[in-house]
């Protein structure tokens, strides 16, 4: 039994400089996440790891009620699927990028258009942060031309009544900018 694992975190960059013209076809954005939310993310989370919860209530106390900063929600039409991003000045932050797994084409729309809302805004670059080893990543870096570098590593405390090992603990655990990085 283990009482936490640690897992390494990198940086994941791409420039904004050739941004699609527009969103991705039946894809959305808004403030905040669809009313519908709550209902989409029961079939998306079991097919999660346990560490994160990213129901409606959760979406909309992190990112929605912060009016220090700047939020957009990327929608999906065809699937349980969604993004946000934080707006800064000259960096866009992606902070969330949930997709169920396997659906290399949709993480890939999200990212399309997390870049195109990102130029949009002004930011000449795109951040994220996920442990390279995660789909995700995998996705992010090879096929959407996002470039990596090691960054700090993060503590990972398992579910209450679980007891996973280290390498399950490797496998599965997600991490995002809004479990750590709060922009």
């Known amino acids: 039994m283990i009482a936490a694992a640690l897992s390494q975190v990198h940086q994941l960059r791409r420039d904004t400089l050739d941004p699609p013209l527009s969103l991705p076809g039946e894809m959305y954005m808004s403030e905040y996440p669809t009313v519908d939310w709550d209902e989409r993310w029961p079939r998306l989370a079991g097919t999660q790891d346990g560490w994160r919860a990213r129901d409606g209530g959760y979406l909309t106390r992190r990112y929605t009620e912060r009016p220090d900063k700047r939020y957009s929600f990327l929608n999906c039409g065809w699937t349980d699927a969604l993004a946000v991003v934080e707006m800064g000045p000259h960096t866009a932050h992606l902070m969330e990028l949930l997709a169920p797994p396997g659906e290399a084409a949709t993480i890939g729309r999200l990212a399309l258009a997390a870049e195109y809302v990102a130029a949009q805004a002004g930011a000449i670059e795109i951040e994220a942060w996920f442990p390279v080893w995660t789909e995700v990543a995998q996705i992010l870096c090879a096929g959407c031309r996002y470039r ?15 007891n996973p090992e280290v390498a399950d603990l490797r ?12 922009h």
Not at 148 to 160: D, F, H, Q, T, V
Not at 171 to 182: A, H, Q, T
Request: proline share 11%; charged share 25%; net charge positive.
């Open 148 to 162: 990596g570098e090691p960054g700090p590593r993060l503590r990972k405390i398992p579910a209450a009544g679980s």
């Open 171 to 182: 496998e599965s655990s997600y991490y995002s900018m809004g479990d750590w990085r709060v």
